[in-house]
């Protein structure tokens, strides 16, 4: 599998995640601008179209522990627990939300041509398109918008709190699409698309405890 095939699979697999919690601004901005996330874990289901795909390709896809992976009439998945994430979740304008944030555990995807460890995942969000970093079998590989998270599509529940305290959210059936970007990737990699911009690769859900900033 080459570099850049590898990105193409661990980016569709990865840049969605955290996408309701986690800006591209530095760290230190963000401690002062935005909100922290705790208690939090963010799942991805891919679809079934998505999943020919993985068998096509004779892929097959596990957690590493911490993540899990989840089976349900929904499709196939994996759940990260969340490390760390700041930023906006904005609530009264879900498709303005932006962040960034850690995940624990990670995926080994395996393959005829061999086996890829993806850990240290460092997804962020901003204008509804997921990017990040991870790192592929040692080596730091990301940074660019594979995907768009449609977050006006998904279900939002929060629990009633007082201003400026600590909220429970949870973001359901966030429907997860290719960028133009990574469609031009695809194909140089692995010949014509069967993915539009259009297609679902996959469904967001995510939850946490959202602590606003200090005022």
Not at 176 to 183: A, F, I, N
Request: glycine content about 10%; aromatic content about 4%.
């Amino acid at each position: 599998m080459s570099a850049t095939r590898r990105a193409i699979l661990s980016g569709v697999l990865t840049a969605p995640l955290l996408a309701h919690f986690t800006t591209n601004a530095s760290a230190a901005a963000q401690d002062d601008m935005w909100g922290t996330v705790s208690d939090g874990w963010v799942e991805i289901r891919w679809t079934p179209k998505a999943q020919a795909q993985l068998d096509q390709n004779k892929a097959t896809v596990e957690a590493i522990a911490p993540a899990t992976q989840v089976r349900g009439h929904d499709g196939i998945g994996m759940r990260f627990p969340v490390r760390s994430a700041t930023g906006d979740p904005a609530l009264a304008d879900l498709p303005k939300a932006q962040g960034r944030g850690v995940l624990d555990g990670g995926l080994l995807v395996r393959t005829p041509t061999g086996e890829f460890q993806i850990t240290e995942l460092e997804p962020a969000l901003g204008d509804e398109l997921a990017s990040g970093t991870c790192t592929v079998n040692g080596v730091k590989s990301g940074g660019q918008s594979l995907l768009r998270c449609s977050m006006s599509e998904g279900r939002l529940v929060a629990e009633p709190a007082q201003p400026g305290r600590p909220l429970k959210v949870r973001l359901t059936g966030v429907p997860v699409r290719p960028t133009e970007e990574s469609l031009k990737a695809f194909t140089t990699a692995l010949g014509a698309s069967p993915f539009t911009v259009d297609s679902v690769l996959g469904h967001l859900t995510a939850e946490g405890t959202y602590t606003p900033p200090r005022s």
